[in-house]
């Protein structure tokens, strides 16, 4: 198959909410959906088949449909989200590849954000204002100051947020998103607002990055573009541009990510119709792919080992 259609695993965190079942079609069971993992290989949640098989089964069968950049990596490289934060999340961090592989026998965990809408005044928090000492870190999560040395950042509609491992981060609530990071689910909580869940203080302190975040460059012409992955976006209003089209050569499969609109996908032969929320899974090495409708669309690959960006 060149064109594999994705079911999600759901996840009912409890700062969650419904806006991914009622808006984006979701099919859950759960009172609460919180994160929605679209293309995921990761043993805490893989995404399935139509046939109720799992995508990292299925590319067992045959490695060469994820591509040969692929190979460079231990594990499947990348999980993609959607997250809706009802309510703030914990303030957390996530180790880099070599502490993560020590410590926790998984990848790192290098992330973006496509904020796909937000509440008036959201915000999210990435890095912290200015350079701080180990010892302010550690008397601030202490007495429960850290978010006054957070760098909030106002968010809106079509908005990217780059985080790379030892960022300190968090999503304010309100804030609904797509999340394409490393095939990961290592997280280290540092604050969660009072709710009674472990926090992971010890292993904070190891990998967090206690300068300001660094502004990247432009990633023209992608969204982002990291070692890990290269995410890009379409955008057909159905009219002017109603049609979009590639090439999935056999170094990288392709995800296809739905935010929203109606039309049809299509690779050789085969054809799915899709609508917002749909996830689709284009095989390395399929040929010619084309959309046609109305959507925006996160299209993501995996990169040349050698490219560094």
């Known amino acids: 198959m060149a064109i594999l259609k994705l079911k999600p695993t759901c996840k009912d ?93 998984q990848l790192g965990k290098t992330e973006m954000w496509y904020i796909l809408d937000a509440a008036e005044n959201a915000v999210v928090y990435c890095g912290f204002k200015k350079k701080i000492s180990r010892e302010e870190f550690t008397a601030r999560i202490k007495d429960n100051s850290l978010l006054e040395v957070l760098n909030a950042v106002t968010v809106r509609r079509g908005d990217v947020i780059f985080i790379p491992a030892g960022t300190i981060h968090a999503v304010g609530k309100g804030v609904l998103l797509a999340e394409i990071q490393q095939n990961s689910n290592v997280s280290y909580r540092i604050y969660d607002y009072g709710r009674d869940r472990p926090l992971h203080i010890a292993q904070a302190l190891d990998v967090t990055n206690l300068n300001p975040p660094t502004l990247r460059g432009e990633s023209y012409p992608h969204l982002a573009a990291c070692d890990y992955f290269v995410v890009d976006k379409i955008t057909l209003d159905g009219k002017i541009l109603s049609e979009a089209s590639g090439v999935v050569d056999e170094k990288t499969f392709l995800s296809v990510l739905i935010l929203g609109g109606e039309g049809k996908i299509s690779c050789g032969e085969e054809n799915f119709s899709y609508s917002k929320g749909d996830s689709f899974f284009l095989t390395a090495g399929a040929g010619t792919w084309k959309i046609c409708g109305s959507c925006d669309a996160l299209l993501t690959t995996v990169p040349n080992h050698e490219e560094k960006f």
């Open 13 to 105: 965190y409890v700062w969650g909410g419904r806006r991914l079942i009622e808006e984006f079609g979701i099919d859950c069971d759960k009172k609460i959906l919180a994160e929605a993992w679209m293309l995921s290989c990761h043993p805490d949640g893989a995404s399935t088949l139509a046939n109720g098989e799992t995508l990292s089964d299925y590319i067992k069968h045959d490695k060469k449909i994820s591509g040969t950049n692929c190979r460079d990596f231990r594990d499947f490289p990348i999980l993609i989200k959607f997250i809706d934060a009802r309510e703030n999340l914990s303030v957390q961090v996530h180790p880099p590849d070599d502490y993560a592989l020590a410590h926790e026998n």
